[in-house]
T-cell receptor, first 118, second 108 residues
């Protein structure tokens, strides 16, 4: 079946522009995560959804970052007034179950969106 | 939240040797510990995981050990092959924080 998909795969934005990154999780997956991965670093947690509820947004670096998953499926990560330090690969992952307890399931990652801010 | 530390940051071994990567975590409530492999330009892929009710899990040349008392877990790769060369990440739930990664190079 189809895996996690993300679009666009590459995005170049001029500093100050707004961008929107899309994630299509695996159908039926309850949990959806966004990560930011700088070159040579591990994925840094940004935010987590369980269905349409955003349960954790503690990793969002500033109020310029906003994520939504209005119908509990597709999610969008929006970055307003992009800055050069926002340049990174943005990874989306989904999993069948929720966090915590024995119900945690494997995360499946999308291919990422490489954002370059010039 | 969870704090995950991973060592070493780089590891170079000869083909056929073993490789060990270690992670420590801070949240004693964490109960799921996956390991991901990420090749250059590709997405992270789960290679093995362990839950807190077991101490060791093995899958062919890959094994993971968990010490809950000491709050550390390790990835063991035996009989390494050049195609094992990649960056490996550990993570610890309950909030899926990743370690900084280990770049493994297997020299033929």
């Amino acid at each position: 079946g189809a895996g996690v998909s993300q679009s666009p795969r590459y995005k170049v934005a001029k500093r100050g522009q707004d961008v929107a990154l899309r994630c299509d999780p695996i159908s039926g997956h309850v949990s959806l995560f966004w990560y930011q991965q700088a070159l040579g670093q591990g994925p840094e947690f940004l935010t987590y959804f369980q269905n349409e509820a955003q349960l954790d947004k503690s990793g969002l670096p500033s109020d310029r970052f906003f994520a939504e998953r209005p119908e509990g499926s597709v999610s969008t990560l929006k970055i307003q007034r992009t800055q050069k330090e926002d340049s990174a690969v943005y990874l989306c992952a989904s999993s069948l179950g929720g966090l915590a307890g024995v119900g945690f399931y494997e995360q499946y990652f999308g291919p990422g969106t490489r954002l370059t801010v010039t | 939240g969870e704090n995950v530390e991973q060592h070493p940051s780089t590891l170079s071994v000869q083909e056929g040797d073993s490789a060990v990567i270690k992670c420590t975590y801070s949240d004693s409530a964490s109960n799921y510990f996956p390991w991901y492999k990420q090749e250059l330009g590709k997405r992270p892929q789960l290679i093995i995981d362990i839950r807190s009710n077991v101490g060791e899990k093995k899958d062919q040349r890959i094994a993971v050990t968990l010490n809950k008392t000491a709050k550390h877990f390790s990835l063991h790769i035996t009989e390494t092959q050049p195609e094992d060369s990649a960056v490996y990440f550990c993570a610890a739930t309950n909030d899926m924080r990743f370690g900084a990664g280990t770049r493994l190079t297997v020299k033929p």
